[in-house]
């Protein structure tokens, strides 16, 4: 048993103060990542369940902390990757099991479901179900940087100074990747993954010369893009598509080593106080024609069944584009992360960075 | 006194104006060295402004200012060979007395030692040996005066300027200080210009006095004349107590007139200024309290001008203690002096006086309240 | 015993009244730190006493550079905001009257009405290699091509001074303001030249506001998160972000309060130096 600590104590009173203030209309405290719930269908949502929904946009880490530090307190639904279920519910117990029952399962596609609930089943129970999925890759301007097709190609002295990426683990992962290297399969082996990411932050230090900017959110990086300053870019593929649309020598390219693939899931803080809430939003943005609003909104495809055929033909185009039938097979999806990765990866990035 | 070497200052036609007024109006005047000379005049009458022109802080918009027959005009105020006892004194509250009297030596450069003989030697002639560690703040009123000239003295000026620094103390203290400055003017022989709304430190303390009004200097002069011979209604009214009346010249001669005031009393004056007066004329006359002679009885002589009235109030006030009578008929005022006789121990209200002052001693001014 | 009995109701009121405050202070200042030196100490494995994390931070050249190339800056940042702030301080204390004096002021404030971030991004637009600033040098011929001025630590230093420069005016104006004139006048009646005046009367009397000025700034350039990150580019190396890193992507919090901790001793302890140097006491500064 983990006593409760007063730093904790303060935030939970604050969020209480917060909370209680606004507590006259039925409300859903969302924690997600930008795109996910756009205005159009929250205003949907209000106008057939009553229920106010309020977001707060986030990221995996940022969504650990914030519920670590609260022990799952402050919000009712909470949307982190699928990789980041099971080990922080193992190291933080956050979040609280889902009720499968109350989910309608038939507008979910069903392998999407069934690799999710195996991913975050934690002793005996489900903690996730599958939302928006997508894949990390490569973002390149073919007009100028046509021959980057993988990861370790951003490395090319030839594009020095124009290329930009994140100083966070997926970049790792990618690189080891790209390097012939498999992190994934080496998640189990601390010596054998300390050993890839020495050499990962070898490649990165070495490629420091090379990137103009360590990006840090999808703006700043949409930026450089656009405006010419950077020409290729390790990153998601929602961004490459929506930079596609303004010009179109710019998209998003899957990697000879294979993009990453990722699942962003609905869990439920462990101190939800609207739960009922939470699975009605879960059924409702599942529904087809209302997850292709969020795939419009977010640029990425959702695990509800049947909404591609609400999906505007450029977004399918765009994603036929970027991956052909050997690419999607090629995606290498993150396995769940086990507790203690994280400081063996932060020793490596702060190198990389200090260099 | 015309000899030019002996003039430190010299003002030709100067003037100030500001965006909406002018503070002073094309003054002429010289100082002789060594003299203290004081401006005097109420509040805005242009007497801060002509300082600080004379200073540096303020450049004349017009006009010439002269020391040692140097033209003042280009040059900066720490270039000057002038400085200033600021009003409230402005001793530097982040030094001690030393630093503070030493901070215009140091701007000389001369040498440590000397900055210390010298500080210790002025510290010495105003009465303050020893205290040069002494911050200002544990510094009582008058100390703090005394280090405020010693430190525009120990650079020798050719002019120490004042800026009414005495009006911060208390009035016991601002006596003493009085006679203490016209000592140490003498002492150190620097020609002192200072100005003041005060009329008694004018007096006191001053070898000539400009007395200004509106940006003019009505009147220059030794304190005697202005008191004896004021040349203008304002002066008369300004410089010492005045009993003043407004009236109608009766009739004039070449000397004197007769003049009935709005009281209904009538007086025999002694015509000043510089205008010509005739029956009819508006005019101001002025009497002294002290120049009125008060007795209990009717007196055997006939003088110029009498009355008969009757003790309203007594203003005691030891040896400057006054009598305010009124004359029964008109119902009109009148300031006297009580006599410090034995005949007047008893002076009752009610009692009559018999008043008796000489036509030499009433002045009749132009009443120029009307035209401006 | 009769005076106890007549000072305790008055002591009485004065607890009921510093009652909110001391709370305040129990509940938001002094219990999340206690907390923070809890955790510090604490081996999250077993709960044991550990020195370990800060062990981490000396042992770990990354850690104390980057803290030490955190203070290094702090302290240029906040002398370079003097060196500009006094001027402007003095111009709008000492020469401005009356409106002018007001609006002046008022212009220094506006751009604290956005917020950081937006202010920042500010900069990127007019800094960054496709920005404002280098299309116009090349749009003048000064510059032949594009002219990255974005993520260097020249910008870092150009965004912390922007952001500082309020909290050095403000305090700068308020003693500015109360040096009378005269003092300044007596200063140059007696000799003085402008550095003279400048040297031994205004920078004297203006002690305890730059004193308060400096350390304000200090300290929010040491706690200062997003202008490093946002401006400084790959390299920028701040030591608020190393504790941000440490809490949020390793989710080590004992790692991340022992940083917090060192950053409040460590930044004390300049702090503390700075005012011995200057021969100043913290009451009398902040007084």
Known sequence: MKKINTLSLAIVLASGLIATSAQAAEELRLLTWGGYAPKEVIDLFEKETGIKVKVTKSNNEEMISKLKATRGAGFDLAQPSQDRVASAQKAF??????????????????????????????????????????????????????????????????????????????????????????????????????????????????????????????????????????????AWDAGGWKLNRDNADITFVAPKSGALGWIDTFVLPRKTKNEEGAYKWINFVMRPEIAAKITAAAGNFTASKGSDAFVDAKAKAQYQESFSASDIDNIKWYPPVPAGLEKIEGKILDRVKAS | MSNETTIDLACENISKHFSDFTAVDNISFTIPKGSFFSILGPSGCGKTTLLRMLAGFEQPSSGDILIKQKSMVDVPPNKRPVNMVFQHLALF???????????????????????????????????????????????????????????????????????????????????????????LQKEFGTTFVYITHDQSEALVMSDQIAVMNKGKFEQVGTPHELYYQPATAFVAGFVGDSNRWQGNIESADSATVLVSTSDGLSFKAKIMGDEAMSAGNRVEIFVRPEAISVNRTAPSTATDNQLVCQVETIL????KSQIIAVEEESGGKITVTLPQTSDFANLQQGDTLYLNWSTEQTLCFIDSSRGA | MSSLRVTSPFKLGLWL??????????????????????????????????????????????????????????????????????????????????????????????????????????????????????????WSGMSAGPVELLYTDATIML??????????????????????????????????????????????????????????????????????????????????????????TRFNWEQGSAFGLLLLLLSSLIVWAGLKLSGQSFAKTMG
């Open chain 2, 316 to 319: 005691f006030d030891g040896a």
């Open chain 1, 93 to 234: 117990n956050i979040y609280k099991p889902m009720d499968l029952s109350k989910i309608d399962n038939s507008q979910i596609i069903a392998s999407m479901l069934a690799a999710t609930k195996g991913q975050s089943t934690v002793d005996g129970e489900v903690y996730a179900v599958p939302h928006v999925w997508g894949s990390s890759g490569l973002i390149v301007n073919r007009a100028t940087s046509a021959d980057i097709t993988d990861y370790t190609d951003l490395c090319n002295p030839a594009y020095a100074g124009k290329v930009t990426y994140r100083l966070k683990r997926p970049t790792l992962i990618a690189f080891a990747f790209a390097m012939g290297e498999d992190p994934f399969a080496a998640y189990s082996d601390v010596e054998k993954y300390t050993q890839i990411m020495e050499k990962v932050g070898a490649k990165l230090t070495e490629c420091k010369a090379n990137v103009k900017a360590y990006w840090s959110g999808g703006d700043a990086l949409l930026n450089l893009m656009r405006s010419g300053e950077t020409t290729a870019a390790m």
């Open chain 3, 17 to 138: 009244l510093l009652a909110p405050l001391c709370l305040w202070l129990v509940l938001l200042i002094i219990l999340p730190h206690l907390e923070l030196l809890v955790f510090s100490f604490t081996e999250p494995e077993d709960g044991s006493f550990t020195f370990g994390f800060y062990q981490e931070f000396f042992l770990e050249p990354l850690y104390w550079r980057t803290f030490v190339r955190t203070a290094v800056m702090s302290i240029m940042a906040t002398i370079l905001t003097l060196l500009i702030a006094f001027p402007v301080a003095f111009y709008i204390a000492k020469m401005l009257k009356g409106r002018s004096k007001g609006i002046v002021f008022a212009m220094c404030l506006i751009p604290f009405w956005v917020s950081e971030l937006v202010r920042t991004f500010g900069w990127m637009i007019l800094l960054r290699e496709s920005g404002v600033i280098s299309n116009f040098l090349q």
């Open chain 2, 93 to 183: 509250p982040t030094m001690n007395v030393e630093e503070n009297i030493g901070y215009g030596l140091r701007r000389q450069s001369v040498p440590k030692n000397e900055i210390v003989e010298r500080v210790a030697a002025v510290l010495d002639r105003v009465g303050l040996a020893g205290s040069g560690t002494k911050r200002v703040e544990q510094l009582s009123g008058g100390q703090r005066q005394r280090i405020a000239l010693a430190r525009c003295l120990v650079l020798n000026p050719t002019l120490l300027l004042l800026d009414e620094p005495l009006g911060a103390l208390d009035l016991k203290l601002r006596e003493q200080m009085k006679i203490e400055l016209k000592l």
């Open chain 3, 159 to 248: 965004g912390l001074v922007y952001t500082s420069m309020l909290f050095m005016v403000v305090p700068l104006v308020s003693t500015l303001d109360s040096l009378d004139d005269s003092y300044i006048e007596a200063g140059y009646d007696l000799g003085g030249t402008n550095w003279n005046v400048l040297r031994e009367i205004v920078i004297p009397h203006a002690v305890p506001g730059i004193v308060s000025g400096c350390i304000i700034v200090f300290m929010l350039s040491l706690g200062n998160y997003l202008t490093p990150v946002l401006l400084g580019g790959k390299d920028s190396l701040w030591f608020t972000e190393q504790i941000y890193t440490q809490f949020i």
